[in-house]
């Protein structure tokens, strides 16, 4: 079985993803992923200091525009 422990505190009523509370927590999620290529993790632009896991838009991993300002642009 696996450990099912939150390691998150919440959600963000803006995006509606797991906010974690440290960069460390995050990423030690992104490793449990089987499945982790092409995501990260990322400091949510709305609750400073901390952090959400997820896919990146595939305009972000080919260099065209960075994450953050795909995520500002989203309501
Ligand atoms: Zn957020």
New binding site residues.
Partial sequence: MADRRPSYIGY????G?R?YPSRKLARRQLRAHRDSQGMRAYP????AG?W?IGHLPKDVREGRITAPEI?RGQR
């Avoid at 963000?12 to 995006?15: A, E, G, S, W, Y």
């Fill in positions: 963000c009523d803006q995006h993803k906010l949510c632009p709305l609750v901390h959400h995520y």
